[in-house]
C-alpha cells in the first residue's frame, strides 16, 4: 500500500481544564495520524474531548501537553490566523452583516489576495455549493441547509491544508442531513483536502468517514476504517457505542498456549469456537465477547445450538425483525440477547414470544474484548 | 476557565476577546471616572477655607453643612420633592407600561413612545424653557405660586425613567402565568394584585429609586420653575458655585456622592437577587 | 357543508373574542392616559406654547406682548448694524450655534474613544465580574452633574491637580489656563456624559456572538482586522444610540459650559437663558430653543436612517 503522507500528526496531547481538585482531564495523552486526502472523523459521546480536540488543532485551545504538526511542522501554539486550517462551526458562525459572497470572500481579504483572484475564487466556490443565484443574499434571508453550505464555502475558499467540521450537521432535520452527508463526501473528493469531521452519530461516522477515531472521556479508544470499528471493536465502549451488540460472558476457555493469539471458547453440548485474541489475554476470569445481532440465527432446535434460551419479545421492522432473548443462565444471572434476522429469509416468521430457541453464529464474527488496557 | 484580562496571549487558549489597547484604555478611563473625585472627597476635610491647599484634618466643613439652615430647608425641599416625583412618576409609568407592553401593535403606538421618552429626547434647556413660559402664563392668570408646578415637572420628567425599567421587566415575563391565573378565575384585578405585581415589583422598585435620583439630581429645569427663593439643593449649590466657594460644598458633594454609591449598591444587591 | 366553510371564512373570530380585544385597547388606553395627560401638560404640550410664543414680540421687562412678531426668528439668524442698519448676519449667535456644535461632537468623539474599550472591557469579563464593573460605570451615573463638574473645576484650576502635576515634573512653570476654556467644556461634558456612551454600548456588545470573531481569526485575520470588519460593524447599532445619548445633552448644555466655560465660551444654552435672564427677549429664547430643537431632531433622524439602513432584516 501507498503510504500516504500525513497531514496531521497529534503527538501525546493532553487538555486539562482548571486547577487542583477541579481540574478536568479533557484530552488525555492523544495520538493519532490522519492522512492527506483523508475524510476523517473524530466520533465520541457529548463530551467526550473531539470538540476540544477540533479546537486544539483549529488553534483556538493550546495543548497542555503534547504537540500537532502539520506537514511537519509544529502549529502547537499558532494562533488560528496563522494555520492553514479552517473550520466549519457547529452554528456556522456566518457574519450577519455581510452577504453571502461577502462571507465567502471574507478569508481571501484577510490573505490579501488580489482582487481579480477573490472573485474567481468566489465564483468557483458558490458554483461548488450551488449557491450561485444566491451570492447577494443576507445571512438571514437563508435556510438552514443554505447557511451549511455558505460556511462551507467560506471554508474551503482560502484553501486550506485541512479542513475541520464542528458536528455542522446537528441542527439539520433528517433528509437534509442524509443529502448533505452525501454532499461532504463529494466535496471532499473534488477539493482532495483532508476534512476532520466530528459528530456523536455513528451512523453517520460510519457512513462517511474513509477512517475512524472513537473517543471516549478523553481517551483515543480505537482508529480504523468503518469496517474495523464496526466488525473488530477492540474495547467494550466501542463495540456498544457503534452499532448494537451483544456482550456475553464465557466462563470456560482456553488457550494451547499462553502466549498463543487464538483462544478457544467453549458452549453448550462441547462445542469449541476458536477465536483470535491478543497475545497476552488472560485466563482467570470470565471472556467477554462481542456479537452483533444480524451475525446471529436462530434455529428451533435448542438442543444443538452454541447457546439457547426462550424468546421474550419480537419486534417487527419491516427489512427485518428483532427477537430479545432470555439465554439459559448456569449462574442464575439472566443474560438478553438480541437477534436480528432479515425477513426475507423467510426463517424469522417462525419464531413467537415464549418459543424455545437455540443461538447459533460463526467464530469469525465473534470480537473478543478486551478491557484490561 | 480563567481569563487573564492584559495578557494578549495565555497559555491555556487563544484569547478571542482581546483587542490591542482596550483594556489600558478601559482602566484609565474608569481611573479617570473617579480620579476627580478623591481631591473633593479629600479636601472636604481640609481644615482651611481653601479647596486646593492642605491645611490638616478637620471636620469642620460638615458640621457648618449639617447646622446650615439654608442647606437643611433646601436639602428637606429637595428630598420632599424627589419622593413625591419618583411616587407619582412610577405609578403613572407602571399603569402606562402594562398599557403599551405585550400587546399587538395599536394605533398611536409611535406617538405614545415619542411622548413618553420625550423628556430623553429633548435637551432639558429646551423643555426648562417651556414650562417656565407656559407656568408664567398660568401664574398670571391664577395667582398660583405654590409647589404643585414643580411636583409636576418633575413627575413628568420621571416617568421615562421609571417606564424603562418596568417595561424591561415586564417584557421578560411570561405572558403565560396570568393567562394560568385567568384560567382559574382571577378577575384582571385580581391577577394584577396577586401575580402581575408581585413578579414586576423589582422592576418597579428599580424605576422608582431611578426616578428618585433623578429627581434629587435636576438641576435645570429646577432652575427654570422654581419660586426665586425656594431652592432645591442642586439650584443652591448652583447659586454657590458661582460665588465664593468653600470646601462647604465640598462636604456636601462628598455625602451626596457616598448616598449614589450606596444607592447604586442597592440597586444591584436587589437586581442579583431576582 | 359549504355553507358551514364560507361562514368560518367571513367571521374568523368570534363575537365575544372581539367584544373582548375591543375591551383590552380601551382599558389600555385608559391606563396609559394619566401618564400622557401629565406629559403632555409638563412636557410635550408647553413645547408648542414656547412655538407660539417665539411669534410674539417682546416686552421691555421680560415676558410677552401679545401681538405677532417675526423678530424673534429674525434675531436668531440676523441683525441690524447698530451704526448703519446694514442687515448682518447675527455673528454672535452663529459663533455659538457653531460652537455648540463642534464641542458637542468632540464630547461625543472622546466618548466613544474611551467609552468604546470600557464597555468592550466589562463585556469580556467572566460573568462574575461583570456586576462589580458596571457598578463602578453606573456610581458617576448616578451622582450628581454639578458635584461631576465641580470636581473638573477644581482639578483644571490654577491650584488644582493638573497644574500642580505638571508643575512637579517640571513640564511647566506657570500654571497653565485651563479652565474658562473650550477645552474645558469639552473635557467637562465628556466626563459628565461618559457614562451615558457606556451602558448602551455595552448592552449591544454583550450580545454580540463570540464565535463570530472565532470564525473571523481561524479565516486569517489580524486583530485589528477583527475589530475593523466585525466588532465595530456588529456593534453599531450601540455606537450610534451612545452616540446620541451623548450628543443631545452635550448640546443643550448649560451648567457645564456655565461653570467651566466662564463667559467666554457660552453655549446654545446659555445664550437660550441669557433672553430670559438678562436679555429680556422672550420671543429670542423661545425661537433659539426651537432651533435646538430642530438640530436635535437632525441628529435623530440620522440615528434612525443610520439603524434602519445597516439593519434590513433584523429584528429589533
Redesign the interface.
Known amino acids: 500500500m501507498k503510504q500516504d503522507s500525513i497531514a496531521i500528526k497529534v503527538e501525546g496531547v493532553s487538555k486539562v481544564y482548571g486547577k487542583g481538585e477541579s481540574a478536568f482531564l479533557a484530552l488525555n495523552n492523544a495520538t493519532l495520524n490522519i492522512l492527506d486526502n483523508e475524510f476523517f472523523t473524530l466520533l465520541g459521546p457529548s463530551g467526550c474531548g473531539k470538540t476540544t480536540l477540533l479546537r486544539i488543532i ?3 485551545e493550546n495543548p497542555t501537553q503534547g504537540s500537532i504538526l502539520l506537514h511537519g511542522e509544529d502549529i502547537s501554539h499558532l ?4 494555520r492553514s ?3 466549519v ?1 457547529q ?1 456556522y ?5 455581510m452577504t453571502v459572497a461577502e462571507n465567502i470572500s ?2 481571501l481579504e ?2 490579501n489576495k488580489p482582487k481579480q483572484e477573490i472573485k474567481k475564487t468566489v465564483s468557483k466556490m458558490l458554483s461548488l455549493v450551488h449557491m450561485e443565484e444566491l451570492k447577494d443574499r ?1 445571512i ?2 437563508l435556510s438552514g441547509g443554505q447557511q451549511q453550505r455558505v460556511a462551507l464555502a ?2 474551503l475558499a ?1 484553501e486550506p491544508k485541512v479542513l475541520l467540521l464542528d458536528e455542522s450537521l446537528a441542527a439539520l432535520d433528517y433528509k437534509l442531513r442524509k443529502e448533505m452527508q452525501i454532499e461532504l463526501k463529494r466535496l471532499q473528493h473534488a477539493t482532495g483536502i483532508t476534512f476532520i469531521f466530528v459528530t456523536h452519530d455513528q451512523e453517520e461516522a460510519l457512513t462517511m468517514s474513509d477512517r475512524i477515531a472513537v473517543i471516549n472521556e478523553g481517551k483515543l479508544l480505537q482508529v480504523g476504517t468503518p469496517h474495523e470499528i464496526y466488525n473488530k471493536p477492540q474495547d467494550h465502549f466501542v463495540a456498544s457505542f457503534v452499532g448494537d451488540t451483544n456482550f456475553l460472558e464465557i466462563s470456560s476457555a482456553s488457550k494451547s498456549n499462553n502466549n498463543d493469539e487464538v483462544i478457544f471458547l467453549n458452549f453448550n453440548h462441547d462445542q469449541i469456537l476458536k477465536v483470535p485474541c491478543k497475545k497476552d489475554m488472560a485466563l482467570n476470569k470470565s471472556i467477554s465477547i462481542a456479537i452483533r445481532p444480524e451475525k446471529v440465527s436462530l434455529i428451533k432446535d435448542a438442543d444443538s445450538a452454541l447457546l439457547a434460551g426462550e424468546i421474550v419479545d419480537v419486534s417487527f421492522f419491516g427489512t427485518d425483525t428483532h427477537y430479545s432473548i432470555e439465554l439459559d443462565s448456569s449462574s442464575g444471572k439472566a443474560q438478553s440477547f438480541h437477534v436480528r434476522m432479515q425477513n426475507a429469509s423467510n426463517q424469522s416468521k417462525q419464531y413467537v414470544a415464549g418459543e424455545r430457541v437455540g443461538v447459533i453464529f460463526n467464530a469469525e464474527d465473534i470480537q473478543v474484548i478486551d478491557d484490561s488496557r | 476557565m480563567h ?1 487573564n ?1 492584559l495578557k ?1 496571549r495565555n497559555r491555556d487558549r ?1 484569547n ?8 489600558v ?6 481611573l ?6 478623591v ?2 472627597l479629600f ?1 472636604s476635610f481640609n481644615d482651611s477655607t481653601l ?3 492642605w491645611h490638616g484634618f478637620s471636620w469642620q466643613w460638615y458640621e457648618a453643612a449639617w447646622n446650615n439652615e439654608r442647606v437643611q430647608e433646601v436639602t428637606l425641599r429637595s428630598l420632599g420633592l424627589a419622593l413625591q416625583a419618583s411616587v ?1 412618576s412610577t405609578i ?2 407602571t ?2 407600561a ?3 407592553t405585550r ?1 399587538p401593535k ?1 394605533r398611536g403606538q409611535g406617538l ?1 413612545y415619542a ?2 421618552n ?2 430623553i ?7 426648562a ?6 407656568f ?2 398660568i401664574k398670571a392668570a391664577t395667582g398660583y405660586q405654590g409647589t404643585a408646578y414643580l411636583v ?2 418633575h ?3 420621571c ?1 421615562p425613567f421609571s ?1 424603562l425599567p418596568i417595561r424591561a421587566r415586564l417584557e421578560n415575563m411570561n405572558l403565560s402565568l396570568e393567562n394560568a391565573a385567568a384560567d382559574l378565575y382571577a378577575s384582571p384585578w385580581r391577577t394584577f394584585k396577586r401575580v402581575t405585581f408581585p413578579l414586576l415589583f423589582p422592576g418597579i422598585l428599580a424605576g422608582a429609586m431611578l426616578a428618585f ?1 433623578i429627581s ?2 435636576d ?2 429645569i429646577t432652575e ?1 420653575v422654581k419660586t426665586p427663593g425656594k431652592d432645591t439643593l ?1 439650584t443652591y ?2 447659586g454657590e ?2 460665588r465664593e466657594v468653600t470646601p462647604e ?1 465640598n462636604a456636601i ?1 462628598s455625602v ?2 457616598v448616598v ?2 450606596l ?3 442597592m440597586t ?1 444587591l436587589i437586581s ?1 437577587k431576582k | 357543508m359549504d355553507q358551514n366553510i364560507q361562514s368560518v371564512v367571513e367571521f374568523p373570530e368570534s363575537k365575544l373574542e372581539r367584544l373582548k380585544a375591543k375591551q ?2 380601551i ?6 392616559a ?3 395627560i ?10 408648542f ?2 412655538l407660539f ?1 417665539s411669534f410674539l414680540t417682546a416686552d421691555e421687562w421680560g ?1 410677552v406682548v401679545w401681538q405677532g412678531s417675526l423678530q424673534g426668528w429674525f434675531e436668531v439668524f440676523m441683525r441690524h448694524d447698530i451704526f448703519d442698519g446694514t442687515l448682518l448676519p447675527a455673528d454672535a449667535h452663529l459663533s455659538i450655534f457653531w460652537r455648540s456644535i463642534k464641542l458637542s461632537l468632540v464630547t461625543t468623539l472622546l466618548c466613544i ?3 468604546f ?2 464597555a ?3 463585556a ?3 460573568r462574575s465580574q461583570r ?1 462589580f ?8 451615573f ?7 463638574t ?6 483644571l ?1 490654577h ?3 493638573v497644574n ?1 502635576f505638571l508643575q512637579s515634573l517640571g513640564l511647566i512653570e506657570e500654571p497653565l489656563r485651563l479652565l474658562y476654556t473650550e477645552t474645558a467644556v469639552t473635557i467637562g461634558m465628556a ?1 459628565v456624559y ?2 451615558l456612551m457606556v451602558l448602551p454600548l455595552y448592552a449591544t456588545i454583550e450580545r454580540l ?19 475593523r ?3 465595530i ?2 456593534v453599531k447599532p450601540g455606537l450610534v444610540a451612545g452616540s446620541i445619548l451623548v450628543f ?2 452635550s ?5 457645564t459650559p ?2 467651566l466655560g466662564g463667559g467666554k465660551s457660552l453655549m ?2 446659555n445664550l ?2 441669557l433672553q ?1 435672564g438678562q436679555g429680556r427677549n ?1 420671543p429670542l ?2 425661537a433659539l ?1 426651537i432651533t ?2 430642530v438640530i ?1 431632531m437632525v441628529a ?1 433622524l440620522f440615528y434612525v436612517r443610520s439603524t434602519s439602513r ?1 439593519g ?3 429584528a429589533h
Open positions: 483549529a488553534g483556538f494562533p488560528p490566523n496563522l486550517v479552517n473550520t462551526f452554528s458562525a456566518l457574519f450577519p452583516h471574507f478569508g484577510m490573505l443576507h438571514d434571508e467560506r471554508a482560502p | 481569563i484580562f494578549k487563544f478571542v476577546e482581546y483587542v490591542p489597547s482596550f483594556p484604555l478601559a482602566l484609565i478611563c474608569i479617570c471616572l473617579y480620579a476627580p473625585m481631591p473633593l479636601y479647596l486646593t491647599v407619582y403613572l409609568a399603569m402606562a402594562l398599557a403599551t400587546v395599536y405614545i411622548v413618553i420625550q423628556p429626547m429633548v435637551p432639558e434647556i429646551v423643555t424653557v417651556a414650562l417656565l413660559i407656559f408664567a402664563s409636576l415637572a413627575t413628568a420628567f416617568i417606564y435620583v434629587l439630581d438641576v435645570v427654570f442642586p449649590m448652583l458655585l458661582r460644598i458633594s451626596l456622592f449614589s454609591i444607592l447604586v449598591g444591584f442579583s | 383590552r385597547t382599558r389600555n388606553y385608559f391606563l396609559s394619566p401618564a400622557l401629565v406629559l403632555t401638560i409638563a412636557a410635550s404640550g408647553p413645547l406654547i414656547m410664543y415676558g474613544v474611551f467609552g474599550p470600557t468592550y472591557f466589562i469580556t469579563r467572566p456586576s464593573w458596571l457598578f463602578l460605570v453606573t456610581v458617576p448616578w451622582t450628581n452633574l454639578l458635584i461631576r465641580f470636581a473638573i473645576m477644581q482639578i484650576s491650584s488644582g491637580f500642580k466626563y461618559l457614562p456572538d463570540f464565535s463570530l470573531l472565532e470564525a473571523a481569526y481561524d479565516l486569517y485575520a489580524s486583530r485589528l482586522q477583527v475589530l470588519r466585525v466588532i460593524p456588529l443631545i445633552p448640546i443643550g448644555a448649560y451648567v456655565r461653570l446654545l444654552g437660550i437663558e430670559f422672550w429664547g423661545a430653543s435646538l430643537l436635535v435623530m445597516s434590513v432584516s433584523h
